[in-house]
């Protein structure tokens, strides 16, 4: 009877082996660059305008132009990535394309990841948030 209670204590400790998580392929929904576009409520636009103003030399003149949201979520994690232009010389024609993500499950902390780059326009086209070219100021 011992020996049995041994076997069947056994046995049943033997499914209590973690699994490791999946590894999703690259490819994979929750891999995807491409974003679900959102409209930008006032509540979003207000995270999107504090979060850009802490990075600019002239925060009170800033002025934000288009600004664009969608939703993804990418290596497992939910995020809304923005893109947009903001002029804080106070200049017409002298808008800057940025671009920044916010993470609603980490209290839609907002995280700047370029301004005035090169690669702003790039990196959001290939999300699916295309900028409208500024056109030059005469």
Do not use: W
């Not at 041994?6 to 994979?28: Q, R, T």
């Not at 671009?99 to 699916?128: H, M, R, W």
């Amino acid at each position: 009877m011992r020996k049995t209670v041994y076997l069947l204590s056994a046995a049943s400790l033997c499914g209590c082996m973690a699994a490791a998580p999946p590894v999703e392929p690259i490819g994979s929904p929750s891999s995807n660059p491409l974003v679900d576009p959102v409209p930008i409520s006032l509540a979003l636009e207000e995270i999107i305008t504090a979060g850009v103003r802490q990075h600019l030399k002239n925060p009170i003149a800033a002025k934000f132009g288009t600004m664009l949201a969608g939703e993804r979520s990418l290596n497992g994690r939910h995020e809304i990535m923005v893109c947009g232009y903001v002029d804080d010389r106070g200049s017409p024609g002298r808008s800057e394309a940025f671009t920044g993500q916010i993470y609603p499950d980490g209290g839609n902390s907002f995280e700047l990841v370029a301004i005035n780059d090169a690669s702003v326009n790039s990196a959001c086209k290939a999300a699916g948030l295309a900028l409208p070219e500024l056109k030059p100021s005469s």
